[in-house]
């Protein structure tokens, strides 16, 4: 339901945008109206999680970027990254996916989950370096600056036929500069959802699973591999 616009204490009821800036939006919204119609008309049993910024171990692909962005000097802030944003520990996720199926027969289709707390998008990406021992003095530029940037790099891959991809997109950029807060209180009323691992804990397990894979530098050099 996302459109690059500030989302404030949303929850399931609100509406589905009329046209979208980005495939990546436009096909998830295309799918959860497909499962929609097939749940309501009986063909198949279940319902949906709209799961926050999921984060957590085993994640091979937006966190190697992130860390490679940081140790370059490269990751920017959009605006002052005061920006409030939802996160989803991925264990949380998983948690609440059991319990969707043990429950069997669900009273709504559609349930946002979270951490369930207000978090910064920079206090998120600080104290997650912090934890893998990186100091992060962020660099600053103003979202209008970005969005233009981003335009520019959509448009230069678009007319090279899409042979490498934009160095930045305005997907991406808006997701870095606006407020993403979702109402999970129907989870909690309906699935009695609560979150099993809290940040600091999440924090934790983060870290000894990137000790795991030879740390920091050695998780980005695979990535670039794959």
């Known amino acids: ?50 799961p926050c910024w999921v984060w957590g171990p085993g994640d091979n692909v937006v966190l190697p970027k992130l860390l490679e962005l940081v140790l370059d000097n490269k990751l920017f802030l959009i605006g002052k990254g005061d920006n409030n944003i939802s996160i989803c520990y991925v264990e949380n996720l998983t948690e609440t996916m059991v319990k969707m199926g043990e429950i069997g027969e669900l009273k709504s289709v559609i349930y946002f989950i979270h951490a369930g ?58 997701v870095l500069n606006r407020n993403l807060e979702y109402s999970i209180y129907k989870a909690c009323n309906e699935l009695g959802y609560m979150p099993i691992k809290s940040f600091k804990e999440g924090l934790r397990e983060l870290k000894l699973w990137v000790d795991s894979t030879g740390g920091v530098s050695e998780l980005v050099r695979c990535s670039n591999i794959q």
């Open 1 to 50: 339901v996302w459109h690059y616009e500030h989302h404030f204490n949303i929850d399931e009821h609100y509406p589905y945008p009329i046209n979208y800036k980005h495939p990546y939006c436009e096909t998830k919204a295309l799918s959860e109206k497909l499962l929609i119609e097939q749940i309501n008309q009986g063909e198949i049993s279940g319902g949906i999680l709209r």
């Open 117 to 174: 707390h207000k978090i910064t998008l920079y206090e998120f990406l600080n104290r997650m370096f912090n934890e893998q021992n990186i100091k992060w003095e962020p660099k600053t530029i103003s979202y209008s600056l970005a969005y233009g940037i981003a335009y520019i790099c959509e448009l230069y891959s678009r007319v090279n036929q899409y042979r490498s991809q934009p160095l930045i997109t305005r997907y991406v950029v808006s």
